[in-house]
């Protein structure tokens, strides 16, 4: 419970962490821009915006797996997983009118205790920026809003740490998770 309770101790601080990130103004070499009003930070200026709109170009979402290696899987599939998700989260650089799909997640859940976060990804150019941490939090601040309190995910060995950092911990209640493949 004590992770929960450093995210999530009361609904202002949770609002106020993810809300500075929706907000946050980079200029175009990805430096902090604070709002200015001169006209070539304007133009270059672009933000960072999230949503849970399931309407994604299925092949915008596909270029993003591309860009961090994944393998392909069938549209279809892909198409009828985020039908089906519990909540679906992308993460957007905006610039003027333009918009590009930068990072993306899912979770299915049962819709009142428990919850799984799937296929996490954050194109490569905006890694190591804070990005993938937001994504993440926006995650698990919809999913608390659902009153969902446990929440697993499974993680890629190189990714094991990142999420460690955020206060996920492998297996707290000793419980072992067990896995079936067909032969």
């Given at each position: 419970?004590?992770?929960?309770?450093?995210?999530?101790?009361?609904?202002?601080?949770?609002?106020?962490?993810?809300?500075?990130?929706?907000?946050?103004?980079?200029?175009?070499?990805?430096?902090?821009?604070?709002?200015?009003?001169?006209?070539?930070?304007?133009?270059?200026?672009?933000?960072?915006?999230?949503?849970?709109?399931?309407?994604?170009?299925?092949?915008?979402?596909?270029?993003?797996c591309?860009?961090?290696?994944?393998?392909?899987?069938?549209?279809?599939?892909?198409?009828?997983?985020?039908?089906?998700?519990?909540?679906?989260?992308?993460?957007?650089?905006?610039?003027?009118?333009?918009?590009?799909?930068?990072?993306?997640?899912?979770?299915?859940?049962?819709?009142?205790?428990?919850?799984?976060?799937?296929?996490?990804?954050?194109?490569?150019?905006?890694?190591?920026k804070?990005?993938?941490?937001?994504?993440?939090?926006?995650?698990?601040?919809?999913?608390?809003?659902?009153?969902?309190?446990?929440?697993?995910?499974?993680?890629?060995?190189?990714?094991?740490?990142?999420?460690?950092?955020?206060g996920?911990?492998?297996?707290?209640?000793?419980?072992?998770?067990?896995?079936?493949?067909?032969?």
């Open positions: 419970m004590g992770f929960w309770k450093t995210w999530f101790s009361t609904p202002e601080s949770a609002t106020s962490r993810t809300q500075s990130f929706e907000e946050h103004t980079v200029d175009a070499t990805g430096n902090s821009n604070p709002k200015s009003d001169t006209s070539a930070a304007t133009r270059n200026a672009e933000r960072i915006v999230f949503s849970t709109e399931r309407d994604i170009d299925l092949y915008e979402l596909e270029e993003l591309d860009a961090v290696g994944w393998s392909r899987r069938p549209l279809r599939k892909v198409k009828k997983a985020i039908e089906h998700s519990f909540l679906v989260a992308s993460m957007w650089q905006v610039r003027g009118n333009q918009r590009r799909l930068i990072g993306f997640a899912r979770a299915t859940s049962d819709h009142a205790f428990n919850a799984t976060i799937w296929d996490v990804v954050v194109h490569p150019d905006f890694q190591s804070g990005l993938g941490k937001a994504l993440m939090k926006y995650v698990l601040k919809k999913l608390r809003s659902e009153e969902i309190s446990n929440v697993t995910l499974f993680a890629d060995p190189h990714v094991v740490d990142f999420y460690r950092t955020m996920f911990m492998a297996d707290p209640e000793g419980i072992k998770g067990m896995f079936w493949y067909p032969h």
